[in-house]
């Protein structure tokens, strides 16, 4: 009798275990430093500076968006991380490179100060 007690007691612990455990995995995780991450539009992105009449291209920032967290500049290909609104070049030809994400298939380029810069790239196309 006090064998069955105690094995009914360790089953009752062990259900009340079982439990806790599926309530934690069932709460959302809170979101990264940063915010959300993410990925562009695949396809080329083309980079400019505003002008008097008409924009002047800035080759040297071109890249095409290549797959998930994935792009090529000038033949090299770098990743970059897109948290929040924020996209970074975190690899390759263009590391270091900040950007702020305006829209889809529009970015600026954010100064020292944190600020948008003059340069935007926008997605030409999705290839």
């Known amino acids: 009798m006090i064998q069955l007690r105690s094995m009914s007691r360790i089953a009752l612990v ?5 439990l806790s455990v599926a309530a934690a995995a069932s709460e959302a995780p809170p979101p990264p430093p940063g915010g959300r991450i993410g990925t562009l539009a695949l396809g080329r992105y083309v980079c400019e500076m505003p002008g008097d ?7 040297q920032f071109e890249f095409r968006v290549v797959n998930a967290s994935s792009y090529k500049a000038g033949g090299v290909r770098g990743s970059y991380l897109y948290t929040g609104d924020r996209v970074v070049m975190t690899g390759g030809k263009l590391k ?3 950007l702020h994400r305006i829209s889809e298939g529009f970015l600026r380029e954010i100064a020292e100060d944190g600020s948008d810069g003059p340069m935007r790239c926008v ?5």
């Open 96 to 98: 270091g490179l900040r």
């Open 14 to 18: 062990l259900v009340a275990g079982s």
């Open 53 to 59: 009449a008409a924009s002047r291209p800035v080759h």
């Open 123 to 127: 997605r030409t196309s999705r290839r």
